[in-house]
T-cell receptor, first 117, second 108 residues
Framework: ETGVTQTPRHLVMGMTNKKSLKCEQH?????MYWYKQSAKKPLELMFV???????ENNSVPSRFSPECPNSSHLFLHLHTLQPEDSALYLC????????????????FGPGTRLTVL | QKEVEQNSGPLSVPEGAIASLNCTYS??????FFWYRQYSGKSPELIMF????GDKEDGRFTAQLNKASQYVSLLIRDSQPSDSATYLC????????FGQGTELSVKP
């Protein structure tokens, strides 16, 4: 596997379900990100991890819970979601997440298309 | 005012023409500027980045940055139908913020 991979690619879940999204990067990067992309809206940054530490939570509801066990893996745990949470969830990675510009060239995974019924 | 603003389009150009995509941003302290291409149903792909005022060329792509005017653009020369996609402008000040994207359609 190369680049950034995400599983599952498609997920349909009910509002009472609990599921997890997985992201893995094979680029030797140290920063990982979760984004939400809804139709006709800009990419919304959800969480940032730098060297396994969460450095940003962009006012995301607690029904989304991230986990970063190491620099290569990132999870997004989902529970009691709402239909409006249906979207494409994208994972990205970059060399770092510091102030240096070159650290922030982000590479995206293919995304998980989530549908909440 | 949106932090990063793009015309949503669609922008339609004939094959072989120059496509010009524009982006304005509100944070004067922004330091890094990126252009991503996103094909329908796919994830964004980084195609250009620029950090300094002026032009940066890479093949058929030229990024232009004017920090005084808070304006960044992407020119695509000799546009091809395969360039048809949504182009996302991303600007980094404290954090990376994406614009809504401009849909480009290149007609054969």
């Amino acid at each position: 596997e190369t680049g950034v991979t995400q599983t599952p690619r498609h997920l349909v879940m009910g509002m009472t379900n609990k599921k997890s999204l997985k992201c893995e990067q094979h680029l030797g990067h140290n920063a990982m990100y979760w984004y939400k992309q809804s139709a006709k809206k800009p990419l919304e940054l959800m969480f940032v991890y730098n060297f396994k530490e969460q450095t940003e939570n962009n006012s995301v509801p607690s029904r989304f819970s991230p986990e970063c066990p190491n620099s290569s893996h990132l999870f997004l745990h989902l529970h009691t979601l709402q239909p409006e949470d249906s979207a494409l969830y994208l994972c990205a990675s970059s060399l770092g997440a510091s102030g240096r510009s070159s650290y922030n060239e982000q590479f995206f995974g293919p995304g998980t298309r989530l549908t909440v019924l | 005012q949106k932090e990063v603003e793009q015309n949503s389009g669609p922008l339609s150009v004939p094959e072989g023409a120059i496509a010009s995509l524009n982006c304005t941003y509100s944070d004067r302290g922004s330091q890094s500027f990126f252009w991503y291409r996103q094909y329908s149903g796919k994830s964004p792909e980084l195609i250009m980045f620029i950090y300094s005022n002026g032009d940066k060329e890479d093949g058929r792509f030229t990024a232009q940055l004017n920090k005084a005017s808070q304006y960044v653009s992407l020119l695509i020369r000799d546009s091809q139908p395969s360039d048809s996609a949504t182009y996302l402008c991303a600007v980094q000040g404290g954090k990376l913020i994406f614009g809504q994207g401009t849909e480009l359609s290149v007609k054969p």
